[in-house]
């Protein structure tokens, strides 16, 4: 006997094996669990990134919003089966500036007339941005632009009709913004 047919026969000797076989419609369970996994799979793609802090996107002063739409339909069109690409990209609010901040500080201490002691020391702090003129033209030093948290995004594609083209720009959005799948519609370009 091979050892091929050898393996075959101590299997079906298995304890485990039997129970199995006993069971009635094991193909059914089998295939229902086989369906459940990919479900929690597919549906743990679209879950919302651990270490996301409010899906604030940071992004040095030189970016505007428009940029990143257009750098994002960029990359989008690279991907295989997508042509054209256009995005559009909704925000919770509007854009926060970090300016560059000089820091004074003041410090007063109340002393008791009785024995001298210190009762109290009051320390106050004042930050003002750094202000620089040219031209004529007085603007604060913008260290970085803060992105508002994304509310949706609306991606329209060619190619967008084939499901899994639909679920590879869904999964590259998804990665490149931080956001849950459930946030980005996807369109087929006409």
């Not at 793609?45 to 994002?72: G, I, Y």
């Not at 009051?122 to 948290?149: D, R």
């Amino acid at each position: 006997m091979s050892e091929k047919a050898n393996f075959l026969t101590r299997i079906k000797e298995h304890k485990l094996y039997k129970k199995l076989k006993s069971i009635k419609n094991i193909e059914i369970i089998i295939a229902i669990v086989i369906i459940a996994i990919m479900i929690l799979i597919y549906s743990l793609s679209f879950q919302k990134p651990k270490d996301n802090n409010d899906t604030d996107v940071s992004v040095n002063s030189a970016s505007t919003l428009s940029e990143l739409e257009c750098e994002l339909a960029e990359v989008l069109s690279k991907i295989d089966g997508v042509g054209k690409v256009k995005v559009l990209i909704t925000y919770e609010g509007t854009t926060e500036l970090k300016t560059a901040n000089t820091t004074t500080s003041n410090s007063s201490v109340s002393l008791d007339k009785t024995t001298g002691q210190k009762i109290a020391e009051i320390v106050s702090e004042t930050k003002s941005p750094i202000i620089v003129t040219v031209n004529g033209v007085s603007t604060p030093i913008v260290l970085n632009e803060v992105l508002p948290p994304i509310k949706g995004v609306i991606v329209v594609a060619e190619g967008a009709e084939k499901i899994s083209t639909k679920l590879q720009l869904i999964r590259a959005v998804t990665v490149a913004l931080k956001i849950n799948g459930n946030q980005i519609e996807v369109f087929a370009m006409n």
